[in-house]
Nanobody
Framework: QVQLVESGGGLVQAGGSLRLSCKASGIIYSINDMGWYRQAPGKQRELVAAITRGGGTNYADSVKGRFTISRDNAKNTVNLQMNTLKPEDTAVYYC??????????????WGQGTLVTVSS
């Protein structure tokens, strides 16, 4: 019903920056919440940042002050600006979107993931 595609991952040196982007497509009536999650090898997937349709945000304590989440409702996109990256930020980052799709049914969609590697 709804597909998400992430982009922007890559290799960066500690202290550097990356910008992740996610585009939602398909039969979409509205998107309520969008967010970024990450998962490192041997660790649980965790919420990095989330944003509501109205612009309210929530961040993991570990990224507050360094990461900024934003969205464009007209384009069905969400971005994550990642600054002052640390080696512990290394993970696969996943985009998530929740909303209403075909015939106003609820969807909870995930992207395929994009790898972020921060070298020391």
């Amino acid at each position: 019903q709804v597909q998400l595609v992430e982009s922007g991952g890559g290799l960066v040196q500690a202290g550097g920056s990356l910008r992740l982007s996610c585009k939602a497509s398909g039969i979409i009536y509205s998107i309520n919440d969008m967010g970024w999650y990450r998962q490192a090898p041997g660790k649980q997937r965790e919420l990095v940042a989330a944003i509501t349709r109205g612009g309210g945000t929530n961040y993991a304590d570990s990224v507050k002050g360094r990461f900024t989440i934003s969205r464009d409702n007209a384009k069905n996109t969400v971005n994550l600006q990642m600054n002052t990256l640390k080696p512990e930020d290394t993970a696969v980052y996943y985009c998530n979107a929740k909303g209403l799709g075909s015939r106003l049914t609820v969807f909870d969609a995930w992207g395929q993931g994009t790898l972020v590697t921060v070298s020391s």
